[in-house]
């Protein structure tokens, strides 16, 4: 299996912020990489998928990048809306593998 | 606004069968450029990928519980189902049935593909 491995597992930050996740795969994935976002309490969303293009609703302040093994999620001029955990999962091979989740958190 | 909604009982004895549909409103289930899923979530904890088919039937399982998973599919109803078997206290967790696109190539799952949309959950405890 591919191992998917976020860090930092949480992290604190202010509205305004920018924050950077990092994702890495324990075997080079190209770019069949997705971000999720969750918040507490409610349902996974759809982020960004192959690695770097933006779901329709979200704004352009999350920008993701990244090919092979070493990912990130990027949220500039953090907002209250973007406090969540956040999960990379890799669609280059089955069984699809999340990472551990990221907690951006205030 | 297409939308999934998981149904099924939320409580399940050790050893029993867990049993859940997926009921797919607003969209074909039979249409080409998807998989249907299937996600769970522990309390408190991580995502992990269950297992998928496509509206012909094919199905992909995660390897550590393809001895006990069963993902069927019924065109007709618009609707897919999972079935788990020989639960445990380990099997708790929110099930997340969800549209999983296939990115434009849907012979395999290898590839460009992703989960979206989700349904709202329901959470299955396995009790003793």
């Known amino acids: 299996d591919i191992q998917m491995t976020q860090s930092p597992s949480s992290l604190s930050a202010s509205v305004g912020d920018s924050v950077t996740i990092t994702c890495r795969a324990s075997?080079?994935?190209?770019?069949?990489l997705n971000w999720y976002q969750q918040k507490p309490g409610t349902v996974p969303k759809l982020l960004m998928y192959?690695?770097?293009s933006l779901q329709t609703g979200f704004p352009s302040r999350f920008r993701g990048r990244g090919s092979g093994t070493d990912f990130t999620l990027t949220i500039t001029n953090l907002q209250p809306e973007d406090f969540a955990t956040y999960y990379c999962?890799?669609?280059?091979?089955?069984?699809?593998?999340f990472g551990q989740g990221t907690k951006v958190e205030i | 606004q297409w939308q999934l909604q998981e149904s099924g009982p939320g409580l399940v004895k050790s050893s029993e069968t867990l049993s859940l549909t997926c009921s797919v409103s607003?969209?074909?289930?039979?249409?080409?450029?998807?998989?249907w899923g299937w996600i769970r979530q522990p309390p408190g904890k991580g995502l992990e990928w269950i297992g998928s088919?496509?509206?012909?039937?094919?199905?992909y399982y995660n390897p550590s519980l393809k001895s006990r998973v069963t993902i069927s599919v019924d065109t007709t109803g618009n609707h897919f189902s999972l079935r788990l078997s020989s639960v445990t206290a380990a099997d708790t967790a929110v099930y997340y049935c969800?549209?999983?696109?296939?990115?434009?190539?849907?012979?395999?799952?290898?590839?460009?593909?992703?989960?979206?949309?989700w349904g709202q959950g329901a959470l299955v405890t396995v009790s003793s």
């Open positions: 192959a690695s770097s």
């Open positions: 075997q080079n994935i190209a770019s069949y």
């Open positions: 999962q890799q669609s280059s091979i089955t069984p699809l593998t």
């Open positions: 088919i496509y509206e012909s039937g094919s199905t």
């Open positions: 607003g969209f074909p289930i039979s249409i080409s450029t998807y998989f």
């Open positions: 969800a549209g999983h696109h296939c990115g434009g190539d849907c012979s395999t799952l290898a590839g460009y593909n992703w989960f979206d949309p």
